[in-house]
């Protein structure tokens, strides 16, 4: 299974961008769902979005899908999430994981964590 690393965040301001990493050191299954969660300080882990590597379909959560973008880079063996128009509430720890169930949003049926990216929203 491809072991999974996350970078490229950082500190942002109200209205900023940012785009997240997640590189594959292995293979990525074509049955395989890509998908990003982050956990704010006290929370609990949410999920973000999600991509199914064969064909690039995607889905959201709600308070995120008209901001953020999650696509894949096959050759790279990377999965993106770009983030707009960032807000105080997008400051967590983002993760990539990946899952074989297409449309879960439960970290439980998510396998392979990364270490995780801080991303803080900050004026």
């Known amino acids: 299974q491809a072991q999974l690393v996350e970078s490229g965040g950082g500190l942002a301001q109200p209205g900023d961008s940012l785009r997240l990493s997640c590189a594959a050191s ?51 063996n990377t999965v993106y999430l770009q983030m707009s128009s960032l807000k105080s509430d997008d400051t967590a720890i983002y993760y990539c994981a990946h899952s074989s169930q297409y449309g879960s949003r439960t970290p439980a049926d998510f396998r392979n964590w990364g ?9």
């Open 26 to 76: 292995g293979r990525i299954f074509s049955s395989h769902i890509m998908g990003w969660f982050r956990q704010a300080p006290g929370k609990e882990r949410e999920f973000v979005a999600a991509l199914k590597w064969s064909d690039g379909r995607t889905y959201y959560a709600d308070p995120v899908k008209e901001r953020f973008t999650i696509s894949r880079d096959r050759a790279k």
């Open 115 to 123: 270490q995780g990216t801080q991303v803080t929203v900050s004026s």
